[in-house]
């Protein structure tokens, strides 16, 4: 974006910002040209700067999803693989449930068909960072065999999605992940 002249950079700017607000109030479904519109841009602009909803959704999440991946680079060194997984889990699973939108970005796990680069895609860059975390606890035998960080977040997804409308999403969620580290990764007696 940098080499973008400087109409170009307020309109991106303005369009995320826009974003961000419909996504919060109406979820991953927000018009794409309500927001042009509220933005004072035409849809043609809109696609210029995000040719798809998803390259929309990932730029809105961007700074979340980057506090994520931050999250697990903190925990890959933590002397308990299983505790450290877990907790980073519950937190990819309280922004799931709680930000509106965030799981359907989560949703889409392919960018090759998209055109989006891997980058700035948020389900690559949460394997990416949760994979490292996911292997160490494989290793140390605290993981059920098999399971991979595209599987963990593919629950968590569904998890999230399944409890939108509950009166307490993050608990409901917080509820259902423990069901599910339950058959994962059960404690060790």
Known sequence: MTGQRADARRNYARLLAVAEEAIAAHGADASLEQIARTAG???ATLRRHFPNRRTLLDAVFRERIET???HARDLTEAADSRAAL????NTVTAYAATIRGLAIALA??????LGVPP?????????????????RAANDGVLAPGVT???LLALITGI??????HPNPAA???RLLGLTVAGISPRRR
């Open 41 to 43: 841009v035409g849809s």
């Open 68 to 70: 994520l991946c931050a």
């Open 86 to 89: 877990l907790e980073w889990l």
């Open 108 to 113: 889409h796990n392919s960018t090759a068909d």
């Open 119 to 135: 980058e700035h895609c948020a389900s690559d860059r949460l394997t990416e960072a949760g994979d490292p975390l996911v292997r």
């Open 149 to 151: 960080i595209t599987d």
């Open 160 to 165: 999230a999605l399944a409890t939108e409308n």
């Open 172 to 174: 409901e969620a917080n």
